[in-house]
């Protein structure tokens, strides 16, 4: 029966040049865990490993004061799954949130989420399976998908950037083997915007259907109107975060008026709040697209609750296509058929982005069978990883 021998925390800055609408990325850092198990193979303890994806700063306060000494006070019995082979990350996610009001989520939802993931790393390394396949049995899913849609994010605005560059970038994406990409809107002005925008689409045989534009929540009610309109004879892939992501009447006014699908939820950090954006918001389950982060919000065991909740109001998983651009996502979208992955190529680095030999052809990603989520294949992140309790 595994048992937990210590947890490690940290923080690492993921900085980026990059600014999108409402945030520059030069400051960000995340929080990385290593859970340490009792069960040694090869003469070292098998290790679940965490961090929180880009958006949300580190949650280190948190993790220390509440989030893991919780775990560690925990009866060991307590927190085993029913075969005795793991330790249950339902269980130990009863545990994690305990003496936590309802409500208010803040930056804890991300603490809970950066060990939540440390502890399906953990689960899988100790039955030696991927994490895709290690969901599919464990929650009897059925046989994973053998890829995953990935869509490349970027587009960002930076200070000199002009079009060309832009679409610089874009071909670059192109050669890296996507085929769908992402770009910010929202800020410039319209007019601007819709000249970046065509700027892209030059690069992509004009083809709508593989650009998507994210605003970041920055529009009022009367400038996603005024971009819906503007931006619907181009038949986009999506038009993400139009407005802010609690602005649940917002978002049901315009998709009242535009007709191509919208996209929004990575910030939505819990299943009630994701419950009331399939109230509230007017997302129409025959083309929205839902972005809910596994990381961000309390991990994957708040995440399948929200597919439960999904598939109660008629919503097909494959609407669902994470925010984060992580190998933790890759291997949830295989194993519950979800609609993809979000990819920042080159980006958030060293947690970001997927295996260092990960192959992405027609914008889909391969899945990497190594035991885990396969953090041992990413160098840099790996070594980050191992320092936390070498
Ligand atoms: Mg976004």
Same mark, same amino acid.
């Given at each position: ?13 993921? $900085?980026?040049?990059?600014?999108? +609408?409402?945030?520059?990325? $030069? ?81 804890? $939802? ?113 400038? +996603? ?103 933790? +996502? ?61």
């Amino acid at each position: 029966m595994p048992r937990i021998t210590a947890i490690h925390e940290g923080t690492v800055a993921i $900085s980026s040049a990059m600014s999108n +609408a409402f945030i520059d990325f $030069s400051a960000m850092d995340c929080s990385i865990v290593a859970v340490v198990s009792d069960v040694v193979r090869d003469g070292e303890p098998v290790v679940g490993y965490g961090f929180n994806s880009n958006g949300r700063y580190s949650a280190g306060e948190i993790l220390r004061r509440r989030v893991i000494p919780r775990l560690l006070a925990a009866d060991p019995d307590d927190l085993v799954t029913a075969d005795g082979a793991a330790v249950d990350p339902e269980r130990a996610w009863e545990v994690m949130t305990r003496n936590e009001k309802p409500g208010g989520h803040g930056e804890r $939802s991300v603490a809970v989420g950066v060990v939540d993931m440390a502890l399906f790393d953990l689960a899988a390394k100790l039955a030696g399976l991927p994490l895709h396949r290690w969901l599919s049995q464990h929650y009897d899913l059925g046989a994973p998908d053998p890829d995953v849609f990935v869509y490349a994010a970027g587009g960002y605005y930076a200070p000199g950037k002009d079009l060309p560059q832009l679409q610089d970038e874009v071909r670059e994406f192109l050669a890296q083997g996507y085929d769908v990409v992402k770009m910010k809107i929202g800020g410039a002005d319209l007019a601007t915007d819709i000249k970046r925008v065509e700027a892209v689409l030059d690069v992509l045989d004009g083809d709508g259907s593989r650009l998507a534009v994210d605003a970041n929540g920055r529009f009022d009610l009367t400038t +996603a109107l005024a971009y819906g309109e503007a931006l619907e004879p181009y038949r986009l892939r999506w038009f993400e975060e139009p407005g802010d992501p609690l602005d649940f009447a917002l978002h049901a006014t315009l998709a009242e008026h535009y007709s191509g699908a919208l996209a929004t939820g990575e910030n939505l950090f819990s299943h009630t709040d994701a419950r009331n954006l399939l109230r509230y918001a007017g997302m129409r389950p025959d083309r929205d697209i839902l972005q809910f982060d596994p990381v961000l919000g309390y991990g994957l065991v708040e995440y399948l609750r929200i597919q439960d909740l999904l598939r109660q109001r008629g919503w097909s998983a494959r609407r669902c296509i994470p925010h984060g651009g992580h190998q933790f +996502a890759s291997h949830i979208a295989a194993a519950l058929h979800l609609g993809g992955n979000e990819s920042y190529p080159g980006e958030f680095q060293p947690t970001g982005g997927f295996a260092d030999d990960a192959v992405i052809a027609h914008s889909r990603l391969t899945l990497s069978e190594s035991p885990g989520i396969g953090f041992e294949d990413k160098a840099a992140l790996y070594r980050v990883f191992r320092a936390l309790h070498a």
